[in-house]
């Protein structure tokens, strides 16, 4: 189980629609979510479309006083099938008073997700615009941290406060964090948000993530209808953002349990780098400590490895060519001919390295064959890739050529020349 808390005190900057939709989009590809709003302002499940005043437990009850004789599973709603939600309701502003000065109540969370029956495979934790006890008791009960930033002037100010905090949870209780860095609401390549993502890249390297956000108001809309951007607009940039970003997620946690990591591979980062972040940071105003506690020289120690390269499966060794069916995938004018033929699929789609696995719906071009295709742009270079039909992955049943993925199953495989 992968306890990850959206955290940072600035407001505005993407946490929960983060949450929604990051949670809606691992549970599509079939994981068990668990999503809790810790937010007295309870957006995460507004934006879900629950109504808290009706439910006679809400996150509040993880935490008062008599917290421990509320059973954590009695909180849970399901939302969907493998979308679980723990939902806050305004109560929880009453949490912080009345647990200051109690005994373990930066604990109370992770207690309570300790006696969870139901094994997730995702809790993400949506913290409210603070680092007070409730963001506090999130990260305490997380392991990794992802911290949206929208690529303003003022977006980097706020880092160094997080930093901070999570520095004192690590030396508190000895543990360590996996960050991420997640940029939003990215508007157009201006020379600005050039500068400001290239600071963001050089403060937190590959912690950054590849996928981004970028601002759609689709987005906003599917809020206001209380769903994700998964049941509310697949054909959204948002949707292929998010969807981009869980797989990215899922590729990150495969990387960290899975892959023994060779300390030879590991590239040092190059001094020159590093402090060029230091001075760009000061110039914001801000400073980062780099004695062994601190936060930045710990996490580049552990997540260079972790999101470097090599983390995708080697693909050369187990392709095989074969010549191709006739609709396996070949070049045409334009790109690369996708074709799937089913005489059930009400919206079949193609994802694969060459589109960052972000689905691309295929056009239904002949209801007799019942023949889905789609033409991708792809450059020359060996891609894996996979179907989703009706929500399901599926390999391409006209190509032998596949490859197995670190989590027992494999993808389709094709080399454009
Ligand atoms: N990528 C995006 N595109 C368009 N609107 C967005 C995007 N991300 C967030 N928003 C909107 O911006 C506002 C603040 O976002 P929100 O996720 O609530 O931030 P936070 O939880 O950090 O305060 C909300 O109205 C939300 O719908
Ligand atoms: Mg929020």
Redesign the pocket.
Known sequence: MRVIA?A?Q???????????NLTASLAFLHKKVLLIDL?P?G??TC?LGIQAEGLAKTAYDLFHRNGHQTSISDIVVSVEQDLHLIPSHVVLSAAEQELAGADGRERRLIEQLDQLPQPYDYVVI?CP?NLGLLTYNALRASDEVMI?I?PSFFSLHGLAKIFETLDRIKREFNKTFKIHALL???EKRTKLTREIEEEVRRHFNDQLFSSY????????E???AGKSIVKFDRNST?FQ?YMSLAIEMIERGMVRHERIIDISEVEPIPAAATSAADEALSVLGLSFEHEDASPQAEEESTNIAVASEPQMPAVSPAITIEPPVSLAPHPVLGGVLFSFRSDQANEVMVAGDFNRWIAEPLVKVDSESNLWQKIVPVDPGTYRYKFLVDGEWVRDPSNISEVPTSYGGSNSVIEIQ
């Open positions: 959206v940072n600035k407001g505005g900057c993407g946490k929960t629609t983060t949450a929604i937010d302002q957006h995460s934006g949506d615009p949206p929208e939003t609401r990215y956000i970028r601002e759609n108001v689709r987005l906003r599917a809020a206001a948002g953002d």
